[in-house]
């Protein structure tokens, strides 16, 4: 798969791939769904490598992390797509509970043991 990253460059510096209409998806964790914004709106000229901006019109421009960016539409067509952990049901919860080793001598939780 194709980088975030080069996606965006190549939309940014070629001239007939990137004459069209984009728009970039991302997942916001704190609405718990994905946010769609158009590349008009976006900002890729910060010094981070990690994030690029959202301008938001009336309020502070949102950091997104290049890692939550989940599709990008281009002429309402999807270029680009990556799954995340949002999109697997149980996914996230499952991951929570595993970081935590076992309690030595009591069977697993989802065996009827309890944890402290």
Request: with cysteine; hydrophobic share 35%.
């Given at each position: 798969?194709?980088?975030?990253?080069?996606?965006?460059?190549?939309?940014?510096?070629?001239?007939?791939?990137?004459?069209?209409?984009?728009?970039?998806?991302?997942?916001?964790?704190?609405?718990?769904?994905?946010?769609?914004?158009?590349?008009?709106?976006?900002?890729?000229?910060?010094?981070?490598?990690?994030?690029?901006r959202?301008?938001?019109?009336?309020?502070?421009?949102?950091?997104?992390?290049?890692?939550?960016?989940?599709?990008?539409?281009?002429?309402?067509?999807?270029?680009?797509?990556?799954?995340?952990?949002?999109?697997?049901?149980?996914?996230?919860?499952?991951?929570?509970?595993?970081?935590?080793?076992?309690?030595?001598?009591?069977?697993?939780?989802?065996?009827?043991?309890?944890r402290?």
């Amino acid at each position: 798969m194709l980088p975030i990253r080069k996606l965006l460059d190549r939309i940014r510096w070629d001239d007939r791939f990137g004459a069209a209409r984009f728009e970039i998806a991302w997942y916001d964790r704190a609405a718990g769904c994905r946010v769609c914004a158009p590349l008009e709106d976006v900002v890729l000229d910060i010094p981070s490598r990690f994030a690029f901006r959202v301008r938001r019109e009336g309020e502070h421009d949102l950091a997104i992390p290049y890692h939550r960016v989940r599709e990008v539409r281009r002429n309402g067509e999807i270029v680009w797509t990556r799954a995340g952990p949002e999109s697997l049901p149980g996914r996230q919860s499952e991951r929570r509970a595993s970081r935590r080793p076992p309690t030595p001598g009591l069977p697993p939780p989802e065996a009827g043991g309890e944890r402290q």
